[in-house]
């Protein structure tokens, strides 16, 4: 039961620094990057008007969230489309692959999922600043009295927490449920059921929860 | 002090936990599951379309329940640092707070999801916009139970072991309270909210994008207090010294 909430990370000094890297981390997510580029370098160059098995399986996906994305936003514009679809499909991949043995979900790793977040709220608000102007956008802050800046500032970083550990919540917490259960069951019977349920069907919404709340925050940032 | 106080202390947390957790998404799922029963009576050519929002309308709508699972299983099987009395208040202050945290996004949930079911039996065109519409609502409702997730691992993981005095173990105590009342509310109020915008959606499907960002603003504004309950928890947390 040691292995509770545990990462695997390694510290080492550099320049009067203590620096951690968290390996198992860094390496599942190049694993899933790099998997990522072969497979869209093999779909770009075999791209056909008459698709093979691989397109059929991608292209709805990729249509359905251009849709989602334009039906969001209320505009043409194809800007956030490839982030949001790629933030999906990334962190799909790193929510599943639990399921394989011997492979740990990045994103039960709070630093996967916090680092999403933020950039996220960073481009929410570069996109903000960008559409309305420094001082509407700063402006906004002082509704519905001035007195309610400090608290509204706490309140757009708290969405840096909720999108945050909502993800990592659910992926950590299935992880330790899975762990416990296992153990106490002895590996027998339940465990694929558990895999089912928090590693496919639980990371897979949460992925797509995740996608969609960088977008709905974007969307209030350049709307209004 | 003793260090069997401290596993004691840790028993009770956890029963707080998952007592209290277990409420809120039990009622919510009731309401979702009732209200799909309802659209199928309504709409029987619908009824495997009805059962599959009511499934993902009730996964979601568990995972209050399941962060407080989370932190029981962690209170019943961490070992513990610290070895005083406020390491003992804090233990009964994590269960406390994620207890209470689950219960209101537990109950609001339930009104997407039961909205969703409904709708999606009236007017079966807009599917695809009412699961997302509830999905959103519904994950943006439990803001309020992530911060006691937040405040309860902050409990969970910070260092008591050299503070003794009897100030700090109260501020700890209170910390745990306050994140725990103070996400009853808004989840249930943000789960009304999402509640109405997706029966608007489907009245109304070309409004969605209106009805989606009006539902969130609204869900903001009332989860701004327990944005205050957890400013005054992480000053008990952190200041109170």
């Keep these: 039961m040691e292995e509770i909430g545990k990462i695997v990370k ?187 349920f928090f590693g496919l069907f639980d990371g897979t919404i949460q992925a797509f929860v995740f996608a969609m709340l960088t977008l709905v925050y974007i969307t209030l940032q350049v709307k209004e | 002090m003793d260090v069997s106080w401290i596993n004691a202390s840790g028993f009770f947390g956890a029963g707080l936990c998952m007592g209290l957790g277990a409420i809120g998404a039990a009622v919510g799922e009731g309401f979702i599951a009732g209200s799909a029963s309802r659209g199928i009576s309504r709409q029987p050519a619908m009824s495997g379309d009805v059962l599959k929002m009511m499934l993902i309308g009730q996964a979601i709508t568990e995972t209050a329940a399941i962060f407080s699972l989370v932190i029981a299983i962690l209170l019943l099987f961490k070992t513990y640092s610290g070895n005083n009395i406020t390491q003992a208040s804090a233990m009964i202050s994590t269960g406390f ?77 209170s910390a745990g309270i306050s994140m725990g009342f103070g996400a009853v509310g808004p989840g249930i109020g943000g789960g009304i909210a999402a509640g109405a915008a997706v029966e608007g959606i489907g009245k109304n499907k070309e409004l969605s994008p209106v009805l989606l960002r009006t539902m969130l603003i609204g869900q903001a504004v009332s989860q701004s207090t327990s944005i205050y309950a957890m400013v005054i928890s992480l000053v008990l947390l952190f200041v109170i010294k």
């Excluded at chain 2, 050299?162 to 173990?169: C, F, G, Y």
């Design chain 2, 97 to 173: 707070c994620m207890g209470m945290g689950a219960l209101g996004s537990g109950i609001g949930c339930g009104f997407p999801g039961a909205k969703a079911c409904e709708t999606l039996a009236r007017n079966p065109s807009v599917s695809g916009k009412i699961m997302t519409a509830m999905l959103v609502g519904q994950a943006v409702d439990q803001t309020p139970t992530i911060f006691a997730l937040f405040v309860s691992l902050l409990l969970l993981f910070m260092n008591f072991s050299v503070a003794m005095k009897i100030t700090i173990a109260a501020a700890v105590f």
């Design chain 1, 10 to 196: 390694i510290t080492f000094h550099l320049f009067g620094y203590n620096i951690t890297v968290n390996t198992e981390t860094i390496i599942m997510s190049w694993i899933i990057m790099a998997f990522l580029m072969i497979l869209s370098l093999i779909l770009y160059k075999k791209a056909s008007l008459i698709p093979n098995t691989l397109q059929t399986i991608i292209e709805p996906l990729i249509e359905g969230f251009d849709k989602l994305v334009k039906d969001t936003l209320e505009t043409d514009d194809r800007k956030y489309y490839a982030l949001i679809t790629a933030l999906f499909i990334f962190l799909f991949l790193c929510n599943i692959i639990g399921i394989i043995p011997g492979c740990e979900e990045p994103t039960k790793d709070l630093n996967t999922p916090l680092g999403y977040g933020i950039m996220g709220f960073v481009i929410a608000h570069y996109s903000g600043i960008k559409v309305k102007g420094l001082k509407k956008y700063l402006s906004e802050y002082l509704q519905p009295f001035f007195i309610m800046a400090p608290l509204n500032l706490i309140g757009e970083l708290a969405k840096i927490v909720s999108i945050s550990f909502r993800l990592f919540g659910n992926i950590m917490g299935g992880s330790i449920i899975i762990i416990v259960v296992s153990h106490l069951v002895h590996n027998l019977v339940l465990p694929p059921f558990l895999y089912a």
